[in-house]
């Protein structure tokens, strides 16, 4: 049984950071693909940021030059650096996982990000 646990969110003024974390409870190496989620009141959940598990990484134009996703295989670990942070990405970010292609299966709990202006 997968479990992906988020951690790392907050209350931040705007033009901050905060880091996100989702510690995996077995290898990240089968997954085909990590990602981070967010999803604000009265709006559908969207992609912020995917990484594969060859490296490669795509974002939403939404935070292209402020956010950075990574991730340690030693650690099991998958995180968000997101700089500059601005009110509009205040929502409840989760942390998301897949082994095959296709949509994402393996879902966290959720961690809240709460920017203010």
């Known amino acids: 049984q997968v479990q992906l646990v988020e951690s790392g969110g907050g209350l931040v003024q705007a033009g901050g950071s905060l880091r996100l974390s989702c510690a995996a409870s077995g290898s990240i190496f089968s997954f085909n693909a990590m990602g981070w989620y967010r999803q604000a009141p009265g709006n559908e959940r969207e992609l912020v940021a995917q990484?594969?598990?060859?490296?490669?990484?795509n974002y939403a134009d939404s935070v292209k030059g402020r956010f950075t996703i990574s991730r340690d295989n030693a650690k099991n670990t998958l995180y968000l650096q997101m700089n500059s942070l601005k009110p509009e990405d205040t929502a409840e970010y989760y942390c998301?996982?897949?082994?095959?292609?296709?949509?994402?299966?393996?879902w966290g709990q959720g961690t809240q990000v709460t920017v203010s202006s």
């Open positions: 998301a996982a897949k082994k095959l292609l296709g949509v994402f299966v393996y």
């Open positions: 990484i594969y598990s060859g490296g490669s990484t």
